[in-house]
């Protein structure tokens, strides 16, 4: 009786996450999270197709992977924001001050979550030194004395 009752739970939630996409008030990502535990319980024909599908088990591996293409970080901010200053103008206009300051508090947390998320290839958005690149610290004035110190000028990779 339960797995039944999970497949249209699971099958609702899909619907509503797919519908999510095109609407930026509608959340996608929980819906389809909670489709995806209901299908894992219910039925692995579903689950399966709803993890491997090209674009929906997208959400899905970015959530349990915690990263995002640049290219989704940027749609999702600018249809956060967009909402929110509608959102927050029409409260602000409808005589609602409280609620419309802190729609824009919200949208600044779930911006810096969003910001903060690694991209999927594992790489940060702004690229860093590499680790391969020189030092430009000044080395310390001890570091002869430093087991790892190379006195003999012959070089790491020349162990003799």
Request: proline share 9%.
């Amino acid at each position: 009786m339960l797995k039944p009752l999970l497949v249209v739970v699971g099958c609702v939630s899909l619907a509503l996450g797919v519908l999510g996409i095109f609407l930026p008030l509608l959340p996608t990502t929980p819906f389809l999270l909670l489709s995806a535990f209901c299908f894992a319980r219910s039925s692995t024909r579903l689950h399966s197709y709803l993890v491997n599908h090209r674009v929906l088990g997208t959400y899905i591996s970015n959530y349990n992977n915690h990263t995002m293409t640049r290219a989704h970080k940027t749609r999702t901010i600018v249809a956060l924001w967009i909402s929110i200053a509608l959102s927050a103008g029409y409260l602000a206009w409808s005589g609602y001050t409280i609620p419309a300051v802190i729609l824009p508090l919200i949208a600044a947390g779930v911006t810096v979550h969003i910001a903060t998320l690694r991209r999927e290839d594992g790489r940060p958005d702004r690229p860093g030194p590499s680790p391969d690149a020189p030092s430009s610290a000044p080395a310390p004035d001890n570091a002869a004395d430093h087991p790892s110190a190379d006195t003999t000028g012959r070089g790491a990779a020349d162990t003799r």
